[in-house]
């Protein structure tokens, strides 16, 4: 791997090759977009903007909407007035489930059962028992299945791993991460409805969770904190993850109050700091003991294409999972999120 150290003064995903595969290198396929709500706007404009691919479909419940949605993120899709329209169009190779949590279990199925491969928007669904049911689906009829946790995929986050196993900040110590956000309580925003399976975890905490997941691991135990809103979902959740060889995560969401939403990896040589929206395309800082630095200074914008891509290439390949999200670590990220859960108290209708 290049030395990011031997570019100056800063750095940017151009100068270090190879950490993160750019996606228009990735084979072409065609989309089709179940949901049309503001995240699956963000995705389709990274799918037009940043690959090879093509959004040639959209669902929604009004085919209004949906159209209107095309018009917008993906001019010349076609509109469809139903999910069921969606994931039947022979055109679509791919469907991307973009519905609340509540309906992944459901809508994820939908998809498979048309024999289209799948990315199902994160949380991957409301419970584990509901992941593992989508999951033997895919297995059964032999098709691509990932969870879209694009964070994984951007090229900090690669930087970051590569930094990691160079040994450049030692042993791994302390991850810390926070994605707080302030949303005025509205009994009818999906984030406070319990039957849209809403929460800071779920919607928002789930990303630092992934993060430790990623560098540390499944923990040995876990340790959850949090208070709710009026409707009963979780509106602030503080969690440590402690590891039997001495590490430790310290995570926190919140739909309360606007935090840094900033991530520190600290290490017995040194610590890299993620600049704010860790999740998303951002630079970070390396500093070692003997106080010298590095900056990555990576790139600002869209980064969901880098997600798209590795769904592109491994469905090209003919693969149904991908190494960087496998069905075993989706699981493993799901068992954490139900007891982060469990020990706040959030029990969504029907559990």
Known sequence: MTDPRSFAPGLSHDDIPGLAPDPRDAPPVRWGILGAGNIAGSFADGVREGTRATVVAVGSRDVVKAQGFADVHAPGARA????????????????????????HREHALLAIGAGKHVLVEKAFTRSTGEAEDVLAAAKEAGVFCMEAMWTRFLPHVAAVR?????????????????????FPFDPAHRLFAPELAGGALLDLGVYPVAFAHDLLGVPDS??????LAATGV????????????GAQALLHTSSRALGP??????????????????????????????GTTWDYEGFRGEGKQYEAAEVARRVAAGESESPR????ATLEVMRLLDEIRRQVGVVYPGE
């Open 80 to 103: 469809h007035g139903s999910y069921e329209a969606l994931v039947a169009d022979p055109d679509v190779d791919v469907v991307y489930v973009a519905t609340p949590h509540s309906h």
């Open 162 to 182: 590569g930094v990691i196993a160079r040994g450049e900040i030692g042993e791994v110590v302390t991850v810390s991460a926070d994605f707080d956000v302030h």
């Open 222 to 227: 876990v340790t959850a904190v949090g208070t």
């Open 234 to 245: 979780d509106d602030q959740v503080s969690i440590v993850f402690s590891y039997d060889g």
């Open 261 to 290: 939403q900033t991530a520190v990896i600290t290490g017995t040589k040194g610590r890299i700091e993620i600049d704010g929206g860790f999740f998303a395309p951002t630079g970070f800082r390396v500093t070692c003991l003997d």
């Open 325 to 328: 999200i496998t069905w075993a």
